[in-house]
């Protein structure tokens, strides 16, 4: 028999690097103006955020400065030892366990009330490997399979094996009745977790943390956050997002872009040169400047945009002497790409701001979330169709093929440069993927919005529930109205009392209709035609 001994966390994919070094606290001290401005909130005094660039031209481009020296092995980046996120806490349910994949690996999320925290897990039950995700948490607090019912404390020791006799072995203290346990801790409100379950990584916090955003702290910010499963992949997702030029363009009619005063517009979009430059490139991701503000790349997940919107100028105080006092209005657009699988990814996004902080405290989550899931589906279906065009010519050959001779193009080719010289060219999924794309469903199911983003919003979650009883509530009524008239004689009930429950029944009808029009289109499937716009 196998020797008794506590479980330990058994390692998964091990790599061969060694440890890196900890990531520093990002002291986000400047603030962003948008990739992705609000829809239709700009203002004349608003800049819009341009992503940032070196001199870009047809062939492989250099957009950093001498600093950046040759690299060596040991510069290389490893994709399996950094930190991911997972979700944002907001989204998550502590009663149940969440089913997840990050860069290839299928995790379950689970909140362990005895030591008050999120757990991450291997989403493989040791006995049969069923997944724990479809579990639940039971009386005591621990994580229950519910195909067979072990159950799993929060350091992922088995406490419980129903079909272990009492008096026999104890079995459920073997090592291999053990589950995976990853590294993980909450920062900024988002779950991250550590891919490698391997017993030396198990105090990595101490060594290394997740990249830290102070203002998503400072209450004097809003902090509202979404996320949604995207059907391509990473690489696409990312450099998108860093693609400011593409704004007047791909989300035209959405997103109101403001113009330069005593510049004429060249077409009836708005598009105008844009002045970017990369100021460093390095494993550590890139810095780079741009009209009124900056950007940076943390890899591999985090790019955030920051600027000061504008100055408002207000008198210090109410005595005789009166001073003028400067009082920048700041704004972050923070976006969080998460690697997947080969051909889908995962957006976590959040603009905190020090203005307008009522707003978000007035406005329910969920709208916002219509107009920002509006955003996402109007460029989806030609990001996905564009990515499966690179991998057609080879990832390698990016900066061969495409022909990026504007400065506005600058984030983009620096993504590139940095993804090819020090990532490897791609995403390392180690052994799980081949690397293919899968195949491009059809497209309402390509852009439906219930299963990428609403069942994972709790908001959202709420508001289709509360609609969707709203709408049978207006058809009873609607039924209601007609039968009453209908069973009522008519001597008992006046021509003006039948002719306003009719008007009831046809109004309720119309406006049971009309939700249900509304549901669909906002909670499941838009679609966007742009040469109709």
Partial sequence: MEALRPCCMVPARLPTASYEKPMLHLPFRSVPTSIFPPIRQCTARSRVVTAVSSTVSTEPVNPVGPEVQSHSQEEKFNWLLQ?????????LDKRIPHAKKVIGLDVVVWWDRNEN???????????????????????????????HGWCFNGSG???FIPQAPPDGPPVHTFKKACVSVYPSTVQNDIVWFWPNTDPRYKDILMKNKPPYIPELDDPSYTRLMGNRDIPYGYEVLIENLMDPAHVPYAHYGIMKVPSQKKRVKADREGGRPLEMKIQKLDRSGFIGKQEGGTSKFIPPCVFYVSSDLFIDKTNGSASSVETKKEVPRRMLLIFICIPVSPGNSRLIWTFPRNFGVWIDRVVPRWMFHVGQNVILDSDLYLLHVEERKIMDIGPSNWQKACFVPTKSDACVVGFRKWLNKYAGGQVDWGTKFSGALPPTPPKEQLMDRYWSHVVNCSSCRVAIKGLN?????????????????????QSLMSVAARTALVSMAVICFAASRWLSH?????????DYNHALR
């Fill in 83 to 91: 930190w991911y996120p997972v979700m944002p806490v907001c989204d």
């Fill in 117 to 147: 925290a999120w757990k991450v897990f291997d989403d493989m039950c040791p006995h049969r490997l069923a997944p724990l995700s479809e579990g639940r948490i039971d009386q005591w607090g621990r994580l229950q399979c519910v195909y």
């Fill in 157 to 159: 020791d088995c406490k």
């Fill in 469 to 489: 009883a709203l709408e049978v509530v207006l058809q009873v009524i609607s039924v209601a109205s007609i039968g009453i008239v209908a069973a009522t004689k």
């Fill in 518 to 526: 509304f549901i669909y289109k906002i909670f499941h499937f838009h």
